[in-house]
């Protein structure tokens, strides 16, 4: 892309899994992209980015559904999202899903190339670090399967973390090993994704950290639902939150607080 605009206009896809379960994760986001100098939108007419549809068979569905987001987002300088999964599937795995279309084809690829998971965009476009945020705690960091393999993302969420006061990382072994969600397979093949899980959560536990920190909600959600059945006292947050100092929440699968 030509030079980044001083102010972008960015357009934050939200997901569903935030937008449904973890909203704080949203509103973490957009903390982010203001503080870095971005004139945020938030399209009301987003929906998903396609993925469980495209992973399930259903190319017709997937496509349209990424139509849809294509029409809703291509006026922004970017599009940014607080998923390597959502992400991936927009810049990436999208491509198959219009072959035989060559108009759709050809916004497609236009939207994937300003296309951003959100923690790339701060370091390697806006070259953005966080300012005056303190977090005293241990962390260690899980590097999920589609940021990692078809983004690339892996030093960015370290260095935005390393501006965090206070902040203690402590190094997982296999972070970089799947964790058994992989959206509709924690489903189809449940036996087979509880045996990952479980190997994940050992692992973190190991490290002894106060948090696990990571960059999707879903395999958050399901390391913590493990981590909470196991009885361990690691709590998760997408880095997101951390970053934009939004860890006053209960973390991801822990109960609500009863109102003082």
């Known amino acids: 892309m030509s030079k980044r605009p001083s102010s972008p206009h960015v357009g934050l896809f939200v997901t569903c899994?935030?937008?449904?379960?973890?909203?704080?994760?949203?509103?973490?986001?957009?903390?982010?992209l203001e503080d870095a100098g971005c004139i945020v939108g938030i399209p009301e007419a987003q929906t998903c980015c396609g993925q469980p549809a495209f992973n399930s068979g259903?190319?017709?569905?997937?496509?349209?559904?990424?139509?849809?987001?294509?029409?809703?987002?291509?006026?922004?300088?970017?599009?940014?999202?607080?998923?390597?999964?959502?992400?991936?599937?927009?810049?990436?795995?999208?491509?198959?899903l219009f072959l035989d279309e060559p108009e759709w084809s050809e916004r497609r690829t236009s939207?994937?190339?300003?296309?951003?998971?959100?923690?790339?965009?701060?370091?390697?476009?806006?070259?953005?670090?966080p300012r005056g945020v303190s977090c005293k705690s241990t962390a260690t960091y899980h590097d999920c399967?589609?940021?990692?393999?078809?983004?690339?993302?892996?030093?960015?969420?370290?260095?935005?973390?390393?501006?965090?006061?206070?902040?203690?990382?402590?190094?997982?072994?296999?972070n970089d090993v799947c964790c058994g969600f992989g959206g509709t397979f924690c489903m189809k093949y449940p036996d087979i994704s509880n045996q990952i899980v479980g190997d994940k959560a050992r692992e973190i536990t190991k490290t002894n950290a106060d948090m696990l920190l990571a960059g999707?909600?879903?395999?958050?959600?399901?390391?913590?639902?493990?981590?909470?059945?196991?009885?361990?006292?690691?709590?998760?947050?997408?880095?997101?939150?951390?970053?934009?100092?939004?860890?006053d929440e209960p973390a991801i699968c822990e109960p609500e607080r009863e109102p003082s």
Do not use: W
């Open 58 to 96: 259903a190319d017709n569905h997937a496509g349209e559904i990424v139509k849809q987001v294509i029409t809703a987002f291509e006026h922004f300088d970017y599009v940014v999202v607080p998923s390597g999964s959502c992400a991936g599937m927009l810049k990436v795995q999208s491509k198959e």
């Open 17 to 32: 899994l935030v937008d449904a379960m973890r909203p704080s994760i949203g509103f973490a986001s957009l903390k982010l």
């Open 111 to 129: 939207l994937a190339r300003k296309t951003y998971e959100i923690m790339s965009f701060l370091t390697d476009v806006m070259e953005f670090t």
């Open 145 to 174: 399967c589609s940021g990692l393999r078809e983004l690339n993302i892996h030093d960015q969420p370290r260095a935005l973390l390393s501006s965090v006061d206070g902040l203690e990382m402590k190094p997982l072994s296999g």
């Open 216 to 247: 999707d909600l879903g395999c958050l959600m399901n390391m913590a639902g493990k981590l909470s059945r196991d009885g361990a006292k690691v709590k998760a947050y997408h880095a997101v939150e951390v970053l934009a100092a939004m860890t």
